[in-house]
C-alpha cells in the first residue's frame, strides 16, 4: 500500500498497517468495560502545548493571558458526560511535560511546576470535511450545553489546582 507523506511516499505493508491499527485502537479495546466503550475516539479532546507565554486576543484586545505553562484547546463532543470532565481535567493537571530538577524530561506536570494554564474553548477539534470539502461540526456539542459543560470543566481545574492559576478565553467568541 502506497501512502503520500509530505513530498516523499512511505511504503507500508499490510502486517506495518495491522500493526499500527492495534497500536492505535488498543486504548479503545482496554476501555470496553468504560462508559464510553468503543466510542472512546468520540470523547472530550484536548490538544495540550507547552508554552513560555500564550495569549487570547478577542477584537484586537487581549482577554487572558500566562506565563511559562500549558495551553489547552478543548473541544467538546456531543455525548461528553461530567466522567469525561473529571478524566481530562485530571490528565491535563497531571500531563509531565517538563524536566525534573536532575534534568531528566518529561517528569513533572504543571501542578508539580506551579504553573499556569490557558483553556480555550475549541468546536473545530470536532470537525469533518465533507465530499464536497465542506467543514461539518455535527460531531461537537452545541452551543449552550457546551458553554455549560466547558465552564464545569474550567471550575473543575479551580478545585483541583489553584483557581489564579487557571485562565481561558472567551467562549464561542473568534479568539487570535
Request: proline residues 2%; hydrophobic residues 40%.
Amino acid at each position: 500500500m502506497l501512502k503520500r507523506h509530505g513530498c516523499s511516499y512511505i511504503f507500508l505493508s499490510r502486517v506495518t498497517i495491522v500493526k499500527l491499527l492495534l497500536v492505535l485502537l488498543l486504548p479503545c479495546l482496554l476501555s470496553l468495560n468504560n462508559s464510553r466503550n468503543i466510542n472512546c475516539a468520540l470523547a472530550m479532546r484536548l490538544v495540550v502545548q507547552r508554552v513560555k507565554s500564550a495569549s487570547v486576543t478577542v477584537e484586537g484586545s487581549v482577554v487572558s493571558s500566562i506565563g511559562p505553562g500549558a495551553m489547552a484547546l478543548v473541544g467538546l463532543h456531543q455525548h461528553d458526560t461530567q466522567e469525561d470532565l473529571e478524566y481530562c481535567c485530571k490528565r491535563l493537571l497531571a500531563c509531565k511535560l517538563w524536566e525534573n530538577d536532575s534534568g531528566a524530561g518529561w517528569r513533572h506536570g504543571v501542578k508539580q511546576r506551579g504553573l499556569e494554564v490557558l483553556c480555550v474553548s475549541q468546536f473545530t477539534l470536532y470537525g469533518t470535511l465533507s465530499k464536497k470539502h465542506q467543514p461539518d461540526y455535527k460531531l461537537s456539542m452545541k452551543n449552550e450545553p457546551a458553554q455549560k459543560m466547558y465552564n464545569d470543566f474550567l471550575d473543575m481545574l479551580k478545585f483541583n489546582y489553584e483557581a489564579d492559576k487557571i485562565k481561558d478565553g472567551v467562549f464561542g467568541a473568534m479568539m487570535d
